[in-house]
């Protein structure tokens, strides 16, 4: 009997499927070696001033929403969130959104209307003879907010700086600084 039926070719090389397995597993053991060399101190400051950032954002809309003006008073370990009490005639702590400390690697220079400000030290507690301070950063109801720069940098050389600006018309993005 004659067979009819082709004889099996053998298989050589390698099929699509099989290159792009190995080019995914090679590209995911490439990331994890990025992600496990990056500084965190690095990662630590950016995301700090991407929370920030957020903050920012998120304020300036519930100003807008809620008619109401919110301030932010930045001290040198952190920054704590305000608004106006037009009864009272006074800014007030918010009840919504808690006082920010930075961790003790990182601080913060801020600028208001291009002038360097020097920052207080953190207000813990309010005394009745001693009202909380007016916030350095004001974001209006009308959709403004004050021109300003803010820096967050390491207290320690080679961490690169984020910075915050806004010209009072739009809002801050988080950006990095090139290190000096």
């Given at each position: 009997?004659?067979?009819?039926?082709?004889?099996?070719?053998?298989?050589?090389?390698?099929?699509?499927?099989?290159?792009?397995?190995?080019?995914?597993?090679?590209?995911?053991?490439?990331?994890?070696?990025?992600?496990?060399?990056?500084?965190?101190?690095?990662?630590?400051?950016?995301?700090?001033?991407?929370?920030?950032?957020?903050?920012?954002?998120?304020?300036?809309?519930?100003?807008?929403?809620?008619?109401?003006?919110?301030?932010?008073?930045?001290?040198?370990?952190?920054?704590?969130?305000?608004?106006?009490?037009?009864?009272?005639?006074?800014?007030?702590?918010?009840?919504?959104?808690?006082?920010?400390?930075?961790?003790?690697?990182?601080?913060?220079?801020?600028?208001?209307?291009?002038?360097?400000?020097?920052?207080?030290?953190?207000?813990?507690?309010?005394?009745?003879?001693?009202?909380?301070?007016?916030?350095?950063?004001?974001?209006?109801?009308?959709?403004?907010?004050?021109?300003?720069?803010?820096?967050?940098?390491?207290?320690?050389?080679?961490?690169a700086a984020w910075e915050l600006r806004s010209d009072g018309f739009?809002?801050?993005?988080?950006?990095?600084?090139?290190?000096?």
């Amino acid at each position: 009997m004659v067979s009819l039926s082709r004889p099996r070719a053998s298989s050589r090389g390698f099929t699509l499927v099989e290159l792009l397995v190995v080019l995914v597993i090679l590209g995911s053991l490439v990331g994890l070696a990025v992600l496990g060399v990056s500084d965190p101190r690095g990662r630590q400051l950016r995301d700090e001033a991407e929370r920030l950032s957020g903050l920012l954002a998120l304020l300036s809309e519930a100003a807008l929403l809620d008619n109401r003006e919110y301030g932010l008073l930045v001290n040198d370990q952190g920054y704590r969130v305000q608004w106006y009490d037009e009864a009272s005639a006074a800014w007030q702590d918010s009840r919504e959104y808690r006082q920010h400390r930075l961790p003790a690697s990182l601080r913060l220079q801020l600028q208001v209307e291009g002038q360097a400000l020097q920052l207080a030290s953190a207000v813990t507690e309010e005394a009745p003879d001693n009202p909380l301070p007016a916030p350095q950063l004001l974001l209006l109801s009308s959709g403004e907010l004050s021109s300003f720069s803010l820096q967050l940098q390491g207290r320690e050389p080679g961490v690169a700086a984020w910075e915050l600006r806004s010209d009072g018309f739009q809002l801050p993005i988080a950006q990095r600084l090139e290190q000096r």
